[in-house]
């Protein structure tokens, strides 16, 4: 299992090592023109950084359809806070801290849609709906061998930790930070995703 994380890490790391040392000496310029309301510079800001916020959006959500939705979120909420930026981490952590915000938002709005619903659902449809929330089934055996695909098969909770913490590298203080867990919390949902893992790629 090591191994095929290393492979992961590596291909989410590829493109940021692809950029040229000018283009990120050049950054706080782009970010400060684009902080005065320079759409051009907000643009290359864009194309610099798009493709590993997507990988991110996409490792978090689990599928296609929803990572390139939180995407686009991520990056109108980061032209709307843009001002208040002030460099004291990384544009990426920025990105990524907003495109986790952003994961968070939707499940909650999820979870009140769906809180809606059942109060007016039947009785029978209400218990049938009472799985928890979030709920992804394993991967199946075909699957289970495909580290990206066991991975998007975890729990949302514990696919957010095991993605910020295993494949981005960021601290359990960093991801206790970014999510609002306690990092007792994120331990156990770390030590969680392990095991599931372990499960599924040893099927």
Not at 134 to 146: C, E, L, N, Q, R
């Amino acid at each position: 299992m090591a191994s095929a994380l290393s492979l992961v890490r590596s291909a989410q790391t590829t493109q940021s090592s692809e950029l040229a040392p000018r283009e990120l000496a050049g950054e706080a310029a782009l970010v400060d023109r684009a902080r005065r309301g320079d759409v051009d510079a907000f643009e290359r800001l864009y194309q610099l950084h798009a493709g590993r916020v997507y990988a991110l959006c996409l490792r978090l959500a689990g599928e296609p359809v929803e990572a390139r939705e939180l995407m686009q979120d991520t990056f109108v909420h980061a032209w709307e806070a843009l001002p208040r930026f002030r460099g004291e981490s990384s544009l990426t952590t920025w990105l990524h801290r907003i495109a986790v915000n952003a994961l968070l938002e939707r499940r909650r709005r999820d979870k009140r849609r769906s809180a809606r619903v059942s109060l007016v659902d039947d009785e029978d449809d209400a218990e049938s709906g009472s799985i928890a929330s979030g709920f992804v089934a394993p991967a199946d055996v075909a699957t289970a061998i495909d580290l990206e695909r066991a991975i998007a098969a975890l729990p949302p909770g514990v696919r957010r930790a095991f993605v910020l913490h295993e494949v981005e590298g960021y601290t359990h203080e960093e991801v206790a930070g970014m999510t609002g867990l306690a990092t007792g919390t994120l331990r156990a949902q770390l030590h969680r995703a392990r095991q599931l893992l372990i499960r599924a790629l040893s099927l």
